[in-house]
């Protein structure tokens, strides 16, 4: 079965400083990659999606990511972040099998940007 | 497009009673999904629907928990004899399938305690 790791529960960071949130996936065959964003009181949205093609992935609100196979990481960056950043992120992988309808999620990072 | 609604926000019911939450797709969209999401922890798949068909079911959904989508329209997902374990936010997203893309749209959810 897939499974999805965010090692980092929570990450502070400072308003403009570069930020990466981790991710890293257990699968040995093809995978769809997500990130997803949750603000409080909010449904999760779709930050930026992997499926194939270019390993570097750029997504809304000026984040980006890169798929690893060798590494099977997908790390989510962003140069510079704002006060509005503060959110919980999600790593998600599904099987290109099924495409989008089965989303195993990690366990989330909260990412913390104070002034 | 007004987004998915969930109803209601939050619901708090006594250890063996039954609940039911709504969740209102955005129009156009045939595919439904439920995602439960415990505190701490990632969203987790539960089941899905295309139009009114059910074509998967988590291992998390036992005897007690019940979807429906009648017309392929609204889904309803009924609890009977609450446990304390169920306790969590039950999350409903919907998309529609373009090509070989995909989104999934996510409600704010609703939050189910159980005392």
């Known amino acids: 079965a897939q499974s999805v790791t965010q090692l980092d529960s929570q990450v502070p960071v400072f308003e403009e400083a570069p930020v990466e949130l981790r991710c890293n996936y257990s699968?040995?065959?093809?995978?769809?990659l997500f990130w997803y964003v949750q603000y409080p009181n909010q449904g999760l949205q779709l930050l930026l999606k992997?499926?194939?093609?270019?390993?570097l992935v750029k997504g809304i609100n000026g984040f980006e990511a890169e798929f690893n196979k060798s590494q099977t990481s997908f790390h989510l960056r962003k140069p510079s972040v704002h006060i509005s950043d503060t959110a919980e992120y999600f790593c998600?992988?599904?099987?290109?099998?099924?495409?989008?309808?089965?989303?195993?999620f990690g366990t989330g990072t909260r990412l913390l940007v104070s002034p | 497009d007004t987004g998915v609604s969930q109803n209601p926000r939050h619901k708090i019911t006594k250890r063996g009673q039954n609940v039911t939450f709504r969740c209102d797709p955005i129009?156009?969209?045939?595919?439904l999904y439920w995602y439960r999401q415990t505190l701490g922890q990632g969203p987790e798949f539960l089941t899905y629907?295309?139009?009114?068909?059910?074509?998967?079911k988590s291992r998390l959904l036992s005897d007690r928990f019940s979807a429906e989508r009648p017309k392929g329209s609204f889904s309803t997902l009924e609890i009977q004899r609450t446990e304390q374990g169920d306790s969590a936010m039950y999350l409903c997203?919907?998309?529609?399938?373009?090509?070989?893309?995909?989104?999934?749209?996510f409600g704010s959810g609703t939050q189910l305690s159980v005392l």
């Open positions: 997203a919907s998309s529609i399938k373009q090509a070989t893309n995909e989104k999934l749209f």
């Open positions: 699968s040995s065959v093809s995978v769809y």
């Open positions: 992997y499926l194939s093609g270019s390993t």
């Open positions: 998600a992988v599904s099987d290109p099998d099924t495409g989008f309808q089965k989303l195993v």
């Open positions: 129009s156009e969209h045939n595919r």
């Open positions: 629907f295309q139009n009114e068909a059910q074509l998967e």
